[in-house]
């Protein structure tokens, strides 16, 4: 099946031309319920795993007794190939398979309460005999880390900056904008931006005509819980790219625009992967532009 997002309500360029220069596309995945195989790009399906090479495993502890002990074999998130997702950049020595795994415990990190997500980049070609059955992750710590099986249906779309990244004079005329928006929705029916009365939702950068939600690889990120926050290479200095967002939902009730023609808002669709990060929102994978074997940095928003 086809997903396709519905055009924007407004055209943000011919409000702001100097957007222009910040264009990016973004390749929204569309993960719905579905069966995959070790060969399709997918979320919470088989990954192509060689035979001969071990799982990756989390060595951090996951708390007391015996069962908490030793490595614990890694959950499969999802594995995208090169050929379905446009603005998957290549991987390390030319890999065009990015596979994606996490760790169902928040056991990690400075504060013991993080994240631990592994990114393996591979070339597909080169898998021969593929492992028959990963190992069995066990006990989780929490539900939201188990996705539920979903095959995707990329599509690319456009988008542009976060609103608090706007600088300068453009950044000034944009929230001028924004808030003149966010008020002709309250004098329309008293609901706000969101649209939740009577009358048409009002369209506002933030939330129509910038970033797509949902799952998507490349495009821009967004910042809604920390604000925006610098992400530069640890190896090299460089200012790093979005790689990839996970997402709790695939829209918002403050961004049904996004809703594929193909759907409604009562389809129940909003959340299929069954994944939760965070306080319902996203995680943001970030890569190297120099380099994509530099180390990855993340964000939860």
Not at 192 to 211: R, W
């Amino acid at each position: 099946m086809r997903f396709t997002t519905p055009p924007r309500p407004l055209d943000v360029e011919s409000l702001f031309p100097e957007l222009a220069a910040h264009r990016r596309t973004a390749t929204r995945l569309h993960p719905r319920a579905g069966t995959a195989g070790v060969r399709d790009s997918h979320i919470g399906g088989p990954m192509l795993w060689p035979a001969d090479e071990p799982w990756p495993v989390c060595e951090a502890p996951h708390g007391r007794g015996a069962s908490a002990a030793g490595p614990r074999p890694l959950l499969a998130v999802a594995q995208l190939y090169g050929r379905d997702v446009p603005d998957l950049p290549a991987g390390p020595d030319g890999g065009d398979l990015l596979q994606v795994f996490w760790c169902p415990f928040d056991a990690h990190g400075p504060t013991g309460a993080g994240m631990y997500v592994h990114l393996h980049w591979r070339r597909a070609a080169e898998v021969r005999q593929v492992l028959a059955e990963p190992p069995a992750p066990g006990p989780v710590g929490f539900d939201g880390y188990v996705p539920s099986p979903c095959v995707l249906h990329p599509e690319q779309v456009t988008e542009y900056p976060y609103i608090e990244l706007l600088a300068g004079a453009l950044g000034e005329r944009v929230e001028e904008w924004e808030d003149a928006q966010e008020e002709a929705a309250y004098e329309a029916d008293g609901s706000g931006a969101d649209g939740d009365g009577d009358a048409d939702p009002v369209p506002t950068y933030q939330s129509d005509l910038s970033i797509a939600p949902g799952w998507k690889a490349g495009g821009h990120s967004a910042w809604n819980v920390t604000g925006p926050g610098a992400m530069d290479c640890r190896t090299c200095g460089s200012a790093m790219d979005l790689l990839l967002t996970i997402a709790t939902r695939e829209w918002h009730s403050d961004g049904t625009s996004w809703i594929p023609l193909e759907e409604r808002p009562d389809d129940h669709t909003h959340a299929p992967t069954g994944v939760v990060v965070g306080n319902h929102g996203k995680l943001n994978i970030f890569t190297c532009p120099q380099d994509p074997a530099h180390p990855n940095e993340f964000s939860v928003q």
